[in-house]
């Protein structure tokens, strides 16, 4: 119950293209669900989170999706580009412990030229 | 303002030896968390402290590790008398409460020989 499961593993997209990473919770306690980026030797960076009162977030050329009552969320990347190829983790937490986090397995991006 | 600072960033030790890894929180920010990431998998939860309290260790081995979060000076990961199995890279994040995003530094790679 405590897993957050994210897909594909790998994904390769052309530049210019969206990509699209899922991810899936079991835990119906979680109401914060972060996306964190990291390149190869670095620690993950926060890219963008939601909460389960908005059923979409958009930072630039970044959004989530959520749904609730599917209990998945995904990011979607427009106009990728090369310097977007990185390593992206969900995870998910509860209000009043928002660093304890779950994280998904992670989704290695590559974005081609 | 500084963002969290993990040393050594890169750590040998020999099976047996004794590994500290250090993290000074970002300015303001008094929570604490400790994650473990193995080759090619997703970041695992080990611990959360506030300054001079361990709130949370459900993801703490039972034994050789253990962490602490002085009211002066940094946060300290040790694992007592490493084997190969520890050789991993952890991170410490940092938030400024239990309901904010939590901030990564660059991590910690050890590597026992």
């Known amino acids: 119950q405590q897993q957050v499961k994210q897909s594909p593993q790998s994904l390769i997209v052309q530049k210019g293209g969206i990509s699209i990473i899922n991810c899936a919770y079991e835990?119906?306690?979680?109401?914060?669900f972060p996306w964190y980026q990291q390149f190869p030797g670095k620690g993950p960076a926060l890219l963008i989170a939601?909460?389960?009162?908005?059923s979409e977030k958009k930072e630039g050329r970044f959004t989530i999706s959520f749904n609730k009552s599917a209990k998945q969320f995904s990011l979607h990347i427009m106009d990728s580009q090369p310097g977007d190829s990185a390593t992206y983790f969900c995870?998910?937490?509860?209000?009043?412990?928002?660093?304890?986090?779950?994280f998904g397995q992670g989704t290695t991006l590559q974005v081609k030229p | 303002n500084a963002g969290v600072m993990q040393n050594p960033r890169h750590l040998v030790r020999r099976r047996g030896q004794e590994a500290r890894l250090r993290c000074s929180p970002m300015?303001?920010?008094?929570?604490v968390y400790w994650y473990r990431q193995l080759p090619e998998e997703g970041l695992k939860f080990m611990v959360y402290l506030q300054k001079e309290n361990i709130i949370d260790e459900s993801g703490m081995p039972k034994e050789r590790f253990s962490a602490e979060f002085p009211k002066e000076g940094p946060s300290i990961l040790r694992i007592q008398q490493v084997v190969r199995g520890d050789s991993a890279a952890y991170f410490c994040a940092s938030s400024e409460d239990e309901n904010t995003e939590a901030f990564f530094g660059q991590g910690t790679r050890l590597t026992v020989v």
């Open positions: 995870a998910a937490s509860k209000s009043g412990n928002t660093g304890k986090l779950i």
């Open positions: 835990n119906t306690a979680f109401d914060y």
């Open positions: 300015k303001g920010h008094s929570h």
């Open positions: 939601i909460r389960p009162d908005v």
